[in-house]
């Protein structure tokens, strides 16, 4: 199948300051992109939908201030956490899709924000 | 919109033992429905998928099938083993999103096979 990578896998910082998650499709061009936030219990929440070349869709209640995606091309999206706190501590899933038909996804293994 | 309903967990069962997880949904139109899951310590993965009615969806020995008449898309395994101890997330399409279609997750159930 499709493999997505995503780095770091783990990272902690301080509170205040931006932290950059990079999505990578390694053997695939990634026509959109997806960004999830998993909580505690395991619940999936999407975050934003980002589709090559074009802005980012936000899901309703998150901050795209805050959450700034970037998809510049076919393989990388990016997701920055600017000015982070301790609750934005969190599990963040990227995921890809690719092609117009395709309505599979493919994740990366996830990145493990710690803010302290 | 779309929705999906999945059994809550945690399911503990026994090796060897049967294994139902309930899934039922509410969608317009046709949607394509998912069983994806996450082991420990990983990402998430496509398990099975069925793309319209009646279709068998089946992976390392699970199996679902899509059930319009009842709208459920329940995932089933005659005899589970220890490393089936997971998450597993039924999920459909939901609204296009540019090129490709959102998914609709449900919360997820976690089932630990005890020896």
């Known amino acids: 199948g499709a493999v997505v990578s995503q780095h770091p896998s783990r990272v902690i910082c301080k509170s205040g300051t931006s932290v950059k998650i990079e999505c990578r499709s390694l053997?695939?061009?990634?026509?959109?992109m997806f960004w999830y936030r998993q909580f505690p219990k395991q619940s999936l929440m999407l975050m934003a939908t980002?589709?090559?070349?074009?802005?980012?869709?936000?899901e309703q209640g998150v901050e795209k201030d805050k959450f700034l995606i970037n998809h510049a091309s076919l393989t990388l999206s990016t997701l920055t956490v600017t000015s982070a706190h301790p609750e934005d501590s969190s599990f963040y899933i990227c995921?890809?899709?690719?092609?117009?038909?395709?309505?599979?996804?493919?994740f990366g293994p996830g990145t493990r924000l710690t803010v302290l | 919109g779309n929705s999906v309903t999945q059994m809550e967990g945690p399911v503990t069962l026994s090796e060897e033992a049967f294994l139902t997880i309930n899934c039922t949904y509410t969608?317009?139109?046709?949607?394509?429905l998912f069983w994806y899951v996450q082991y420990p310590g990983e990402g998430l993965q496509l398990l099975l998928k069925?793309?319209?009615a009646d279709d068998k969806g089946s992976n390392k020995g699970f199996e679902a099938t899509y059930r319009k008449e009842t709208t459920s898309f329940h995932l089933e395994k005659g005899s589970v083993q220890v490393s089936d101890s997971a998450v597993y997330f039924c999920?459909?399409?939901?609204?296009?999103?540019?090129?490709?279609?959102?998914?609709?997750w449900g919360l997820g159930t976690s089932l630990a096979v005890n020896p």
């Open positions: 995921s890809a899709s690719g092609g117009l038909a395709s309505d599979e996804q493919f």
């Open positions: 053997d695939f061009q990634a026509t959109t």
């Open positions: 980002s589709n090559e070349g074009s802005k980012a869709t936000y």
């Open positions: 969608a317009t139109g046709y949607p394509s």
């Open positions: 069925a793309t319209k």
């Open positions: 999920a459909l399409t939901g609204p296009r999103a540019g090129n490709n279609r959102k998914l609709i």
